[in-house]
């Protein structure tokens, strides 16, 4: 339990930790069983939903996917990792490979080197000398990539080149694990979309560019403003405090910053948390802190909401 944390708030905490709530994380339960359950009414029986629908669907269910693929990287609703990935395996968002999201995100909570390039695996600044090396249309792509419409356009393709690149980068050079998981990944894709294109009112190509990439770049819109650069790693994390849809989707993750500091705590429990001790979280990361999504669209829609180049690394 972090040290930071007033006396009566951790007490408050390990009180939550020990309720039937939190030691048989139901929530989790029924939200996992409640996503199969949806993607296999909309799939099995889409041809009764039509095309539309089945894609207004699946896009959100697949957003609401990756974020419990977060839950369950983070050691929910179990505490074996075996049992977790075998939960959430499956690729419906398609790209990434479970192996490569958990072994990332987890290297991502190393706080002390948080938005750092090169050292955070998901950090989205580049070094100065990476910067100034960069031909003028990749610095044009960055700084689009900065406003809030220029991620939802780019942010995903860009994302996906850089899978691509590191992927295949790695696969030169790598262990026959990497081989191995890679094929199971295709195999387990191809299974996937043959599901959606034997049974769907979609194709397998409109899962991909009309629902999964959709998806992703909605997700994107939360790691939009998520982390900035500063010298103190508990600034470098955003408190955004929406409560609507997208915070549903996400399950609580725009509270950022109490999940970075306390990652095993479930996302039913994050707001509950946050709200306990407002003013003390704000107070932690100096006013880092975001009125809801909607404020992000009016300010950053096509403003930058900082510089692509890390102010301290050259």
Avoid at 58 to 72: F, G, K, N, R, T
């Amino acid at each position: 339990m972090p040290n930071y944390l007033d006396e009566a708030h951790r007490a408050e905490i390990v009180k939550l930790s020990r309720t039937l709530t939190s030691q048989t994380e139901w929530p989790t339960w029924l939200l996992l069983v409640g996503f199969y359950l949806a993607w296999a009414l909309i799939v099995f029986h889409g041809q009764a939903l039509g095309q539309l629908i089945s894609i207004v669907l699946l896009v959100p269910l697949v957003v609401l996917w990756m974020s419990i693929q977060h839950e369950l990287i983070h050691g929910h609703p179990t505490r074996w990792p075996v049992i977790n990935k075998a939960l959430g395996f499956l690729p419906f968002a398609v790209w990434y490979p479970y192996d490569i999201y958990r072994d990332t995100h987890l290297a991502h909570h190393n706080d002390e080197v948080l938005t750092v390039p090169g050292q955070d695996p998901e950090s989205r600044y580049v070094t100065s000398r990476s910067w100034v090396q960069s031909p003028r249309y990749m610095k044009t792509l960055l700084w689009v990539n900065k406003t809030l419409g220029g991620r939802l356009i780019i942010g995903a393709p860009l994302a996906l080149m850089t899978l691509a690149s590191t992927a295949f980068g790695g696969l030169l050079h790598s262990e026959r694990s990497s081989w191995r998981m890679w094929l199971i990944h295709l195999l387990s894709v191809g299974v996937l979309l043959g599901l959606v294109e034997q049974y769907s009112a979609i194709s397998a190509v409109q899962y991909v560019f009309l629902v999964s990439l959709p998806a992703l770049s909605i997700s994107m819109i939360r790691s939009f403003y998520e982390h900035r650069p500063s010298t103190l790693p508990e600034h470098r994390t955003v408190i955004n405090e929406s409560s609507g849809l997208l915070s549903w989707l996400f399950l609580n993750l725009n509270l950022h910053l109490v999940h970075h500091d306390l990652p095993g705590l479930p996302w039913f429990y994050l707001p509950r948390v946050y709200r306990a001790r407002r003013e003390q979280w704000i107070a932690r990361n100096n006013g880092y802190v975001i009125d809801g999504y909607f404020q992000l669209l009016q300010r950053h829609l096509i403003n930058p909401v900082d510089c692509p180049r890390h102010p301290a690394r050259h």
